[in-house]
């Protein structure tokens, strides 16, 4: 499932719920949280207003990773990343760029990357799939415990992240509680 997102120079963007694209005044985001009226910037600078916005179905996916970490899509400026949630957190592709450094040696100044494959699913290189989905685990509980703690004080909120906690280690150790 993708996003097709046009804009007023009739530029035609395809693009992954979460996968990043540069918004004027808001950084990179999202796509599922791009909306009607939002000011996309293109490769020259100029301004794209987002006119329309569609849910279309594709198969398969295409994401490089370049040493910027930006890449250039149909005209509009577009991150390598995507978001860990698909809310509008810009700090997102920073934090990825940070992070992938080691990643973005290897493959592009060390030429270490010539058979890297993608996720059918997720378009995420195969051997970061599993690091994203524990970060994005982490960043759920770190919510989860956040409501908790504004909605019922701060007791109840350990309680409920520590049997999330439990549970989410159970499932990936497969420990079993011995019951009486």
């Known amino acids: 499932e993708y996003i097709e997102i046009r804009t007023d120079h009739k530029n035609a963007l395809e693009i992954s719920s979460r996968h990043m694209i540069y918004v004027k005044d808001l950084g990179f ?3 599922a949280s791009v909306k009607v009226g939002y000011i996309l910037v293109s490769a020259d600078g100029s301004d794209n207003i987002v006119r329309s916005l569609q849910t279309i179905i594709r198969r398969g996916i295409f994401a490089p990773f370049t040493p910027s970490g930006t890449i250039v899509v149909n005209g509009v400026l577009a991150s390598n990343y995507v978001s860990m949630l698909k809310q509008h957190i810009s700090f997102f592709h920073h934090l990825a760029h940070a992070v992938l450094f080691p ?4 493959c592009h100044y ?9 996720g059918t699913e997720s378009g ?7 690091p994203f989905r524990l970060a994005s685990l982490g960043l759920s509980l770190l919510t989860i415990l956040t409501v908790a703690v504004e909605s019922t004080g701060a007791l109840v909120g350990f309680v409920v992240i520590g049997i999330i906690t439990f ?6 150790f497969r420990i079993k509680v011995k019951s009486h």
């Open 29 to 31: 985001v999202a796509a």
């Open 103 to 106: 990643y973005r040696v290897a």
């Open 110 to 118: 060390a030429r270490n990357c010539k058979a890297e494959t993608y």
């Open 124 to 130: 995420i290189a195969t051997c970061l799939e599993t």
């Open 167 to 172: 549970l989410v280690f159970r499932h990936l």
